[in-house]
């Protein structure tokens, strides 16, 4: 799981087209749901026949409908003999009250893919994303990229100070996930 922060939506989507680029040589499967300002840039360099999409609004209209598509994505190009999948999102967070059920769902990402040959790349704009959701998405992630000017002091955040969140998950139905409310660490 990988946050990825930006400054320069057109110097991160050239950046990025070159990993996909590089999954797409490899046989990896790349599923791409981005609003049109990232995907305009990314798909001037890379073939959009060449990856498979779900509409951004679509892929990220609730937390269960993007889980929900990145299993049957996964599962489906595994299944086809893909080595690998690249997942590749960006989900609108702004530091209000609908963040937590995001911050739920990227969790759950690390839990119910664990295992999986499957790499998230979220995408973040430094420049508009507040300093705390910045923090609690750093914590989330398992690493990070393109870090932007704004996100650069975030090295000092440590993960214990995320909340956790436990999650009971059939190996089979992403839709039975249940979250199970977990102690807030201090």
Same mark, same amino acid.
């Given at each position: 799981?990988?946050?990825?922060?930006? &400054?320069?939506?057109?110097? =991160?989507?050239?950046?990025?087209?070159?990993?996909? #680029?590089?999954?797409?040589?490899?046989?990896?499967?790349?599923?791409?749901?981005?609003?049109?300002?990232?995907?305009?840039?990314?798909?001037?360099?890379?073939?959009?026949?060449?990856?498979?999409?779900?509409?951004? &609004?679509?892929?990220?209209?609730?937390?269960?409908?993007?889980?929900?598509?990145?299993?049957?994505?996964?599962?489906?190009?595994?299944?086809?003999? =893909?080595?690998?999948?690249?997942?590749?999102?960006?989900?609108?967070? &702004?530091?209000?009250?609908?963040?937590?059920?995001?911050?739920?769902?990227?969790?759950?990402?690390?839990?119910?893919?664990?295992? #999986?040959?499957?790499?998230?790349?979220?995408?973040?704009?430094?420049? *508009?994303?507040?300093?705390?959701?910045?923090?609690?998405?750093?914590?989330?992630?398992?690493?990070?990229?393109?870090?932007? =000017?704004?996100?650069?002091?975030?090295?000092? %955040?440590?993960?214990?100070?995320?909340?956790? %969140?436990?999650?009971?998950?059939?190996?089979? *139905?992403?839709?039975?996930? *249940?979250?199970?409310?977990?102690?807030?660490?201090?």
């Amino acid at each position: 799981h990988l946050a990825w922060f930006y &400054d320069d939506a057109s110097a =991160a989507m050239h950046e990025l087209a070159d990993v996909v #680029t590089r999954d797409l040589g490899a046989g990896v499967a790349v599923l791409v749901s981005l609003p049109e300002s990232l995907a305009a840039p990314l798909f001037r360099e890379v073939n959009p026949a060449n990856v498979h999409i779900i509409e951004h &609004d679509t892929r990220y209209g609730r937390p269960v409908d993007a889980m929900a598509g990145l299993w049957r994505f996964t599962s489906d190009a595994l299944e086809a003999g =893909a080595p690998g999948v690249h997942s590749i999102g960006q989900i609108h967070l &702004d530091g209000g009250p609908a963040d937590r059920q995001w911050h739920r769902y990227e969790r759950a990402v690390n839990e119910v893919f664990a295992g #999986t040959p499957l790499v998230a790349t979220c995408l973040f704009d430094g420049r *508009r994303l507040p300093p705390a959701t910045q923090a609690c998405v750093r914590t989330i992630a398992c690493g990070t990229a393109g870090i932007s =000017a704004r996100s650069s002091s975030l090295n000092s %955040v440590k993960p214990s100070r995320a909340r956790e %969140v436990k999650i009971e998950c059939s190996a089979t *139905r992403p839709s039975s996930c *249940r979250f199970i409310s977990g102690a807030s660490a201090s």
